[in-house]
């Protein structure tokens, strides 16, 4: 009897202990296949689903190992589950930092940007380009000023790419010109430079150019190298500048009139009273529009300020002095490079003739009005910005 008691007393705790055991391990092993079953379906549907199973899962288990991380980990496993039978959508890369319209992209697809770069249609894209122009320089031409642009464009080096925009839908006569068959050509009728270049100079199409100059077609340039002229650009720290204008042919302001004793100016003296702050344009900070060049980072600014529907361009010179701080030092005028402004009124005579004024008229009457009303736009713009702020400014320059 005692024998019996004691072997009965020892056989208990064995039972127990086995019975405890067994049901921990069914328990873990269930959870196991729990876990993997969703798992194995969604391989089955998609396979880049995995990475998004539960990022947490993956932080966890490298740092410590819990009740809390299966749990977690089956719950993203089922929402994950279900999100795709019901959505059947195929990827669920979402990825915030790309650029709009791009987040369920793999970053490494991306391609942001672009160029005007020429390419094959045959043989290794590796191998299309023997040279990637570092510049760009546009004209806004009618084939009448094509001795004129053919002039222009020998003063430019292989280091630039060539963009004629045509006003006038004549494109295939330049092909006289060797170069003109290596150069970009968009013809629209009777449209401005800077309409062309609010829809085709993007800063994303021009990223890969340091500068990109925007020209009239009336420019002579016997006095110019634009290799010189960006040599002195950076020297003197420009980010928005024009070659200095002969100051004995057509209209000009102070500021943009060549001095010969010098490189580089970037202020002036101007009629008493137009300047209130020496610093401010006409008398610094100030470019006109005819022949503006601009480096990569100050175009992405002034690209963003043109209107779509002011296509003249005029008052803009006087703003451009809010894409660079300081302007008064970034803003200048090239001196020993120098052109003269022909002054064609070519564009002028393609308007309308409208109530007995000549097309040319009409053309000048708009250009008035889209002045004060690009004025009027960045006035009110900041108003609307400093009332937003809380900002009450005893004084602005709007101009």
């Given at each position: 009897?005692?024998?019996?008691?004691?072997?009965?007393?020892?056989?208990?705790?064995?039972?127990?202990?086995?019975?405890?055991?067994?049901?921990?391990?069914?328990?873990?092993?269930?959870?196991?296949?729990?876990?993997?079953?969703?798992?194995?379906?969604?391989?089955?549907?998609?396979?880049?689903?995995?990475?998004?199973?539960?990022?947490?899962?993956?932080?966890?288990?490298?740092?410590?190992?819990?009740?809390?991380?299966?749990?977690?980990?089956?719950?993203?496993?089922?929402?994950?589950?279900?999100?795709?039978?019901?959505?059947?959508?195929?990827?669920?890369?979402?990825?915030?930092?790309?650029?709009?319209?791009?987040?369920?992209?793999?970053?490494?697809?991306?391609?942001?940007?672009?160029?005007?770069?020429?390419?094959?249609?045959?043989?290794?894209?590796?191998?299309?380009?023997?040279?990637?122009?570092?510049?760009?320089?546009?004209?806004?031409?009618?084939?009448?000023?094509?001795?004129?642009?053919?002039?222009?464009?020998?003063?430019?080096?292989?280091?630039?790419?060539?963009?004629?925009?045509?006003?006038?839908?004549?494109?295939?006569?330049?092909?006289?010109?060797?170069?003109?068959?290596?150069?970009?050509?968009?013809?629209?009728?009777?449209?401005?430079?800077?309409?062309?270049?609010?829809?085709?100079?993007?800063?994303?199409?021009?990223?890969?150019?340091?500068?990109?100059?925007?020209?009239?077609?009336?420019?002579?340039?016997?006095?110019?190298?634009?290799?010189?002229?960006?040599?002195?650009?950076?020297?003197?720290?420009?980010?928005?500048?024009?070659?200095?204008?002969?100051?004995?042919?057509?209209?000009?302001?102070?500021?943009?009139?060549?001095?010969?004793?010098?490189?580089?100016?970037?202020?002036?003296?101007?009629?008493?009273?137009?300047?209130?702050?020496?610093?401010?344009?006409?008398?610094?900070?100030?470019?006109?529009?005819?022949?503006?060049?601009?480096?990569?980072?100050?175009?992405?600014?002034?690209?963003?300020?043109?209107?779509?529907?002011?296509?003249?361009?005029?008052?803009?010179?006087?703003?451009?002095?809010?894409?660079?701080?300081?302007?008064?030092?970034?803003?200048?005028?090239?001196?020993?490079?120098?052109?003269?402004?022909?002054?064609?009124?070519?564009?002028?005579?393609?308007?309308?003739?409208?109530?007995?004024?000549?097309?040319?008229?009409?053309?000048?009457?708009?250009?008035?009005?889209?002045?004060?009303?690009?004025?009027?736009?960045?006035?009110?713009?900041?108003?609307?910005?400093?009332?937003?702020?809380?900002?009450?400014?005893?004084?602005t320059t709007t101009d």
């Open positions: 009897m005692g024998t019996f008691g004691r072997s009965v007393i020892v056989r208990k705790p064995n039972e127990t202990m086995r019975l405890i055991v067994l049901t921990f391990v069914g328990v873990v092993f269930g959870f196991l296949i729990g876990i993997s079953f969703p798992t194995l379906s969604l391989n089955k549907l998609n396979s880049s689903i995995l990475s998004n199973i539960d990022l947490r899962y993956i932080r966890d288990k490298s740092s410590s190992f819990s009740t809390q991380t299966f749990f977690d980990a089956w719950s993203s496993a089922k929402d994950n589950r279900i999100q795709v039978q019901i959505s059947n959508d195929t990827s669920k890369i979402w990825v915030p930092s790309n650029p709009r319209g791009a987040e369920r992209l793999p970053p490494g697809i991306v391609a942001a940007e672009s160029d005007f770069y020429l390419r094959r249609l045959w043989g290794k894209p590796s191998e299309d380009l023997t040279i990637k122009p570092k510049n760009l320089v546009t004209f806004t031409v009618g084939y009448a000023q094509k001795k004129n642009i053919d002039a222009a464009v020998k003063k430019f080096s292989d280091d630039f790419t060539i963009l004629l925009f045509h006003y006038d839908g004549r494109t295939t006569e330049w092909d006289e010109f060797e170069w003109s068959k290596r150069a970009i050509h968009v013809s629209v009728q009777r449209q401005t430079k800077w309409w062309y270049a609010k829809r085709f100079l993007h800063p994303d199409i021009v990223a890969p150019y340091d500068y990109i100059f925007i020209w009239d077609e009336d420019l002579g340039v016997e006095h110019f190298n634009a290799v010189e002229y960006l040599r002195l650009v950076r020297k003197y720290g420009l980010e928005i500048s024009q070659p200095g204008l002969d100051p004995n042919k057509g209209l000009t302001w102070q500021m943009t009139k060549r001095r010969g004793d010098q490189e580089v100016h970037k202020e002036t003296e101007e009629k008493p009273g137009w300047c209130t702050n020496p610093h401010l344009p006409p008398c610094a900070a100030f470019v006109e529009i005819m022949a503006p060049v601009f480096s990569r980072d100050a175009w992405r600014c002034v690209w963003h300020m043109l209107q779509n529907d002011l296509v003249h361009g005029w008052g803009l010179d006087f703003a451009l002095r809010r894409c660079v701080e300081p302007a008064h030092e970034k803003i200048g005028v090239v001196d020993s490079q120098w052109i003269v402004h022909q002054t064609v009124p070519s564009l002028g005579n393609q308007g309308q003739a409208e109530n007995g004024k000549a097309p040319w008229q009409g053309v000048r009457e708009r250009c008035k009005k889209e002045w004060t009303m690009f004025r009027l736009r960045i006035e009110n713009a900041e108003k609307a910005l400093y009332k937003e702020m809380g900002i009450f400014p005893l004084n």
